[in-house]
C-alpha cells in the first residue's frame, strides 16, 4: 500500500500565503505524476496543479503565476506553495501520486486525506 500524508493547511488572511507538503510512504517502485486538486463546499474537486517526475508542471488557469508546485529530489514529497491567496482558493486540498508499487505492475492513483486552506477576506 501507498500512504500520502498532506501537512501544511490553515486559517489565513487573502493576500497571504501558505505552503502545503505532502509525502508519500509505503511501496513505492517509483511515482510518475503527482499533484494537488482541491474541493471546495458544493463544488467539484478540481485540478489545481501537477509535477511529472522530469519536472513539467502543469496550473489551473485560476492559480497560474500565484501557485507554484515543486517536488524533491527523492521524488516521493510534493509541494504547494501558495501566494496571493484569495478567499476562492477556500476549499479542502488533496494530494494524489500516480504510483507504480512493484517494477512490472501497472500504476495507479493513491489520494491523500486532505487538508483544510481557509482563507480570510
Known amino acids: 500500500q501507498v500512504q500520502l500524508v498532506e501537512s501544511g493547511g490553515g486559517l489565513v488572511q487573502a493576500g497571504g500565503s501558505l505552503r502545503l507538503s505532502c509525502a508519500a510512504s509505503?511501496?513505492?517502485?517509483?511515482?510518475?505524476?503527482m499533484g494537488w486538486h482541491r474541493q471546495a463546499p458544493g463544488k467539484q474537486r478540481e485540478l489545481v496543479a501537477t509535477?511529472?517526475?522530469?519536472?513539467?508542471?502543469n496550473y489551473a488557469d485560476s492559480v497560474k503565476n500565484r501557485f507554484t508546485i515543486s517536488r524533491d529530489n527523492a521524488k516521493t514529497t510534493v509541494y504547494l506553495q501558495m501566494n496571493s491567496l484569495k478567499p476562492e482558493d477556500t476549499a479542502i486540498y488533496y494530494c494524489?501520486?500516480?504510483?507504480?508499487?512493484?517494477?512490472?505492475?501497472?500504476?495507479?492513483?493513491?489520494w491523500g486525506q486532505g487538508t483544510q486552506v481557509t482563507v480570510s477576506s
Open positions: 494524489a501520486a500516480n504510483t507504480v508499487q512493484e517494477r512490472w505492475s501497472l500504476p495507479r492513483d493513491y
Open positions: 509505503g511501496s513505492i517502485y517509483r511515482i510518475n505524476v
Open positions: 509535477i511529472t517526475t522530469g519536472g513539467t508542471t
